[in-house]
């Protein structure tokens, strides 16, 4: 087996991957899936933690765009994400993973509260740990999140499950011309626009010298494959 460039990773997988062929909610087989790249990773012996958004459930803009209140709307929108993190953490189980989920919205009864120093012991223990509940703070979103808990885990890399393989110009399933980048810079990625994630998330990756690496999260095995070098992705980093 092939050695991994990293060795201790954040993997960031939007909502909507959970949802498959659906147009709503978890499609299990996916969320089995997506546990089997991750437990490919585990075995090479790559530490990860994971975000997962909630946009197959519940967006919080969703109700400000109609006159709600954004706060609570976000709230909402965390727990979706925290239902997300707790599927993917039965799938992992499944495949006898050492998982655990670390909520920023304390909730005892159903999985421990977040801490750098939680983090950090779960994963000197080999675990897989999935932060739920975003930031624990409304009009952040869930990359932001990624970003901020790659930073507190000591990652050495984000990696953006997405759609598409790579970032493109514009989005290449409305316009077949875009152009796919193999490589780019924080600050390229945020001078140009680029649709990979929020401004946020990308200074602060900037900032902590964490590179992003952009992949299909639909790819079987496309995980375990960029983490020894190879794969189809574009590469964020200022090095």
Not at 64 to 91: P, Y
Not at 102 to 111: F, G, K, N, T
Not at 144 to 159: K, N, P
């Amino acid at each position: 087996m092939s050695q991994p460039i990293y060795k201790r990773v954040l993997l960031k997988a939007s909502g909507e991957a959970l949802m498959g062929s659906q147009g709503f909610g978890i499609d299990v087989t996916v969320s089995d899936r997506i546990a089997s790249d991750i437990a490919e990773a585990r075995a090479m012996g790559v530490e990860v933690g994971v975000v997962v958004g909630g946009g197959n459930i519940f967006r919080g803009v969703a109700v400000a765009s109609k006159g709600g209140d954004r706060v609570t709307g976000d709230h909402m929108g965390m727990l979706g994400t925290i239902i997300n993190a707790l599927a993917l953490a039965t799938s992992l189980r499944k495949l006898d993973i050492d998982t655990v989920v670390l909520s920023a919205i304390s909730m005892p009864e159903i999985c421990e509260s977040f801490s750098q120093r939680a983090t950090l012991y779960h994963l000197s223990l080999g675990r897989v740990v999935i932060f739920a509940g975003g930031t624990g703070n409304p009009f952040f979103t869930t990359d932001s999140a990624a970003a901020l808990r790659a930073a507190e885990m000591g990652a050495q890399a984000i990696f953006k499950g997405t759609q598409v393989d790579g970032i493109y110009s514009a989005d290449p399933k409305k316009f077949p011309d875009a152009t796919r980048f193999e490589q780019l810079t924080h600050s390229q990625v945020l001078e140009k626009g680029l649709a990979v994630m929020d401004v946020a998330a990308v200074a602060l990756a900037r900032e902590n010298s964490i590179p992003i690496i952009v992949f299909s999260i639909h790819e079987k095995g496309g995980f375990a494959e960029i983490l020894t070098g190879g794969g189809r992705k574009t590469i964020v980093s200022d090095n």
